[in-house]
């Protein structure tokens, strides 16, 4: 029994000399008993240099020179004592570690009831390079899920979301709220007459305007077609009508650059204001009421919705 584990413990060592994994023994008192070639190759130290050293004269050294695991602190000290009330915290634990020259390690620490500890170290750097693409990817693919394409605003999907979140917030706090819809007058006669694409660009360069007159909490998306949607938090009734009015006549005065043509386009706004227990369905419904007076009572207006009573 005695020489087959002495085989076995033997074989052990012979294996983690090769292997490729590194595995190091730390004693109770945290002072590097021994260390594969793999361990040292984490810390670019040789055997003679680290074996004897304490775990926190291995990590000065590290912070020190810059080689090896980063360290992400002013103060190493500071960095140390936080990191040795995690070590032997339990008898098994499982973190990453990057390293300054930018590779990656999976460390697992397994310690004995006495206080010894196995550290084992594993390069999962290409995991870390393929989960970066992912996360990008998967980055990249909400944008393009939140984002409308033409304009490059939100769409309706995340503008609808935003808004509803926001009417929330102002609920809870009983702050005014105020809810825009605006409307590209005779929006048919630019496509009838310039054709479609220069219509995609007039959509493009009103939504750039609009954008650059808001406030950055504001919320600005297009809704859908030549309609755009703007939600105004904690906003009067009076700063409602002053910030529309402002929009309509900067868009009035503004003229458009489309294939070497000039051109001037109108907007029509309709308002909705509310303050507790608003609803996204009810606003919206207002503020398409007053757009529909808007465009009927000549276009190129704003209006409010005639039944919202706000300060
Ligand atoms: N170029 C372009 N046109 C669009 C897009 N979405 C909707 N439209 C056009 O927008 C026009 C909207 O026309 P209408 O709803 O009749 O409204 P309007 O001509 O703007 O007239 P009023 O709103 O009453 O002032 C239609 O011709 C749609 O084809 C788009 O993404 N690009």
Redesign the pocket.
């Known amino acids: 029994m005695k020489n087959s584990f002495t085989h076995f413990a033997a074989k052990l060592a012979e294996f983690a000399d090769a292997s490729r994994d590194g595995y190091a023994i730390f004693s109770a008192d945290d002072i590097l008993l021994c260390a594969n070639k793999a361990f040292l190759d984490v810390f670019f130290r040789p055997e003679a240099e680290l074996i004897g050293q304490s775990f926190a004269a291995i990590m000065r050294n590290a912070f020190r020179t810059q080689k090896g695991p980063r360290i992400d602190a002013d103060n190493i000290e500071t960095w140390l004592s936080r990191v040795q009330q995690l070590r032997r915290s339990r008898d098994f634990r499982l973190f990453e570690v990057d390293l300054v020259d930018g590779r990656w390690f999976l460390f697992s620490e397994q310690t004995l009831p006495d206080g010894e500890m196995l550290l084992q170290t594993k390069d999962i750097t290409k995991q870390k390079i393929v989960e970066q693409h992912l996360n990008e990817h998967t980055r990249k693919l909400t944008d393009l899920a939140l984002t409308d394409e033409?304009t490059q605003i939100a769409n309706r999907r995340s503008f609808v979301a935003s808004v509803q979140a926001e009417i929330t917030r102002c609920s809870r706090q009983h702050c005014a709220m105020a809810f825009f819809l605006l409307?590209?007058?005779?929006?048919?006669?630019?496509?009838?007459t310039y054709g479609?694409?220069?219509?995609?660009e007039?959509?493009r360069q009103v939504a750039r305007l609009v954008k650059t007159t808001l406030r950055e909490y504001d919320i600005f998306g297009r809704i859908?077609?030549?309609e755009f949607g703007i939600f105004l938090a904690q906003t009067s009734r009076d700063t409602a009508i002053e910030v529309a009015e402002r929009l309509r006549q900067q868009i009035a005065d503004e003229k458009l650059h489309i294939d070497g043509r000039e051109l001037r386009i109108t907007l029509?706004v309709g308002i909705a204001l509310a303050r507790d227990n608003a609803k996204f369905e009810q606003l919206y419904a207002d503020a398409d009421a007053a757009l529909y007076q808007a465009?009927h009572s000549g276009?190129n207006r704003v209006v409010v919705a005639e039944y919202c009573v706000i300060l």
Request: aromatic fraction near 4%; glycine fraction near 12%; hydrophobic fraction near 30%.
């Open positions: 033409l409307d590209i007058d005779h929006f048919k006669n630019v496509n009838d479609h694409q220069a219509g995609d007039v959509l859908g077609g030549e029509s465009k276009r």
